[in-house]
């Protein structure tokens, strides 16, 4: 099963935080959220702005490909069953974040679980979510 990233940046997943299985090369062409912001107001000269999200141009669903996006993008998609998003970041010394330990199935995947094995092999298996 295929997975694709569709993020500015290269997501690196590892195991136990030390050991890289697998790298995902940014995209050359990310998918984002359009945002239209406006002004509502000031509180102490700060203009205060109200974001609006839209959609992102996401590919088509293509069965047994999954795509790695951000928070962002898999929130203004509920509808997608396809969406992967880092989680359980790993970060470097200074609080940068250099990758992550899993692929978090955002509510409308609910039900898939994806998993990277230590051979660095990544599946997909339907389960019911917990809760």
Known sequence: MPLLNLTPHEVTVFAD????VRRYPA?????RVPVTRVCV?????????????????LPEVCP?????VSALVAAAHP??????VPTDLVRAADGTVIGCRALDCHPGG???????HD???ADGTTEPWPG
């Open 119 to 121: 051979d660095g092999d």
């Open 27 to 31: 995209a050359a062409r990310p998918v």
């Open 79 to 84: 509808e997608r069953r396809d969406l992967l």
């Open 110 to 116: 609910e039900g898939v679980r994806r998993t990277v």
């Open 64 to 68: 047994g490909t999954w795509y790695i």
């Open 17 to 20: 935080g030390t050991r890289v």
């Open 41 to 57: 107001g000031l509180v102490d000269g700060v203009p205060l702005v109200r974001q609006y999200y839209g959609r992102a141009a």
